[in-house]
C-alpha cells in the first residue's frame, strides 16, 4: 500500500499528453507594425498615420497577447546640414492624447494564420473600444468611442473673436509682456514691448493700398472656429489663403489632438510632420541664405526644444467664463524658446544683416524701417528682463456647441 501511494505522483506526472494535444501556438511572433509594414489604423473611423504598433504574443499562452501603441519616431537629421546624434531621431505623439505609449492586453482568437481581438480599455486620460485582426504581414486596428475622462472643454466650439480697429485691445490676440526694458523707437525714446506689439498687430501691412489688413485683422479671414471633441480630437474651421481659397475648410480628423490636465490647463498635440515641415523651410532657408555663425548650433536647439513639444505636447493656459475663452502659452514656455533662439537669432550678424536689407526693400515699412529695425535690435534685452508674458488668441462661445461636428 506504501509503495502504490507513492508511485501515485509519478503516474500523474505522465499524464499530460491531453494537455499537449491542447497546447494553443499563436501563429504569429512578436511583429511590429507601421503604415509601411501593414498597419491600418483608424481611430473614430479615420485613418491615421505616423503610428506604431508592436504584437507581442503570450509565450505560455497562444490565445494572449500585448498590444503596444506608440508613434513612429521622427527623423529630424535631414534639417541639419550636418549629422547630430542627439537631434537625430526623437519621439512623436502616441494614439492617445495625453500618452506617448499606451499597452493592452488582448484576447485572441485564432483562425489559421489570422488573429482576431477586441474588447474595452483605458489610459489615464479616456476610455476606448478596441477591435482588429492581425496576420504575419498586416495588422487592421479599429479605436473607437473614445471619450475623454476630462470633459471640460468636450463637445464645445468656439469662433474667434472678431476685430476690432478701434480697440487694440479687444481683439482675436491676446498679449501680455511686462518686462524691465522697453522697446527703444529712437534714440531716448522707448514704448512697453506689450504696446508696441498691439500697434504692430493693428497696422494695415499685409495687402496694398485700401485693401490692406492689419495681421490681427486677417486672422479672422484665416480662422472661423475650433471645436473641441469628446474624442480628444480639435478640428478647425479655416480658410486655406496662401493656396488660393476662398471657402472654409474644415481640418481633418487626427490631425490635432488635446487634453485637460487640470482647471485652465490643457496640453494640446500637433501633427508632427506639419511642425516639421516648417522647420525644415527654416532651415533651408537659413542654409540658401548664407546665415552662418553659431546658426547651425541654435537650428539643434531649436529642433530640441520642439522636438519635445511634438512628443508631450504644448502645454496651454486657458480661462474661462460662460461665453468667453483666452488660450495662451505663457511665460513657462516662451521664455526658454525665446531667449535659447530667438535672441541667439537677433545677435547674429549675419542673419540681421539679411532682415535689415529686407525691411529696407520693403516698401509698406516706407519711413518706419529704421525704427523696426532699432526695435528688433532692442529685442534681445526686453527678452532677457521679462517678467511677465502670454501671447494666445481670445474666443467667444458659438451659438451652439455639437458632439460630433
Excluded at 93 to 117: A, E
Aim: with cysteine.
Amino acid at each position: 500500500m506504501f509503495v502504490a501511494l507513492c508511485s501515485i505522483p509519478l503516474f500523474t506526472s505522465c499524464s499530460n499528453d491531453d494537455d499537449d494535444d491542447n497546447f494553443v501556438i499563436c501563429p504569429i511572433g512578436a511583429t511590429e507594425y507601421t503604415s509601411a509594414s501593414g498597419l491600418n489604423l483608424t481611430y473614430e473611423g479615420e485613418p491615421m498615420l505616423g503610428k506604431l504598433v508592436r504584437f507581442l504574443p503570450d509565450a505560455f499562452d497562444g490565445t494572449k497577447a500585448q498590444l503596444t501603441l506608440e508613434g513612429e519616431p521622427l527623423d529630424w537629421s535631414s534639417l541639419l546640414s550636418r549629422a547630430d546624434a542627439s537631434v537625430s531621431t526623437m519621439a512623436s505623439p502616441g494614439v492617445f492624447p495625453g500618452s506617448t505609449s499606451v499597452t493592452i492586453d488582448v484576447d485572441l482568437t485564432i483562425n489559421g494564420d489570422q488573429c482576431s481581438f477586441s474588447g474595452v480599455s483605458e489610459t489615464d486620460y479616456c476610455t476606448f473600444k478596441y477591435e482588429g485582426k492581425v496576420s504575419a504581414g498586416s495588422m487592421d486596428l479599429s479605436l473607437s468611442d473614445v471619450m475623454l475622462k476630462n470633459d471640460a472643454l468636450a463637445a464645445t466650439r468656439w469662433n474667434l473673436l472678431p476685430y476690432d480697429e478701434l480697440d487694440a485691445n479687444n481683439g482675436p490676440v491676446h498679449i501680455v509682456w511686462t518686462s524691465e526694458k522697453g522697446v527703444e523707437i529712437f534714440s531716448g525714446f522707448e514704448l512697453p514691448i506689450e504696446s508696441v506689439l498691439k500697434l504692430a498687430l493693428s497696422m494695415p501691412l499685409i495687402g496694398e493700398g485700401d485693401d490692406a489688413k492689419a495681421a490681427a485683422q486677417m486672422l479672422n479671414a484665416v480662422l472661423q472656429n475650433v471645436t473641441f471633441r469628446p474624442n480628444g480630437n480639435i478640428v478647425a474651421t479655416y480658410m486655406d489663403v496662401a493656396n488660393g481659397s476662398t471657402s472654409w475648410e474644415r481640418s481633418p480628423s487626427n490631425l490635432a489632438q488635446y487634453v485637460v490636465e487640470a482647471d485652465g490647463q490643457m496640453r494640446v498635440f500637433l501633427n508632427p510632420q506639419a511642425i516639421m515641415a516648417a522647420t525644415s523651410r527654416a532651415a533651408r532657408a537659413a542654409r540658401e541664405n548664407n546665415v552662418g555663425g553659431d546658426m547651425s548650433a541654435v537650428l539643434v536647439q531649436a529642433i530640441q526644444a520642439i522636438s519635445r513639444m511634438v512628443s508631450e505636447g504644448v502645454p496651454l493656459s486657458y480661462t474661462r467664463d460662460a461665453d468667453n475663452m483666452t488660450v495662451f502659452l505663457d511665460e513657462e514656455v516662451l521664455l526658454p524658446l525665446l531667449k535659447g533662439i530667438v535672441v541667439p537669432l537677433l545677435q547674429n550678424e549675419d542673419f540681421m544683416n539679411l532682415i535689415i536689407e529686407a525691411i529696407a526693400s520693403d516698401p509698406s515699412f516706407g519711413s518706419m524701417s529704421g525704427m523696426v529695425v532699432g526695435a528688433l535690435q532692442s529685442l534681445p534685452e526686453v527678452i532677457n528682463t521679462t517678467t511677465e508674458l502670454e501671447i494666445g488668441l481670445n474666443l467667444v462661445k458659438a451659438q451652439a456647441d455639437l458632439m460630433h461636428n
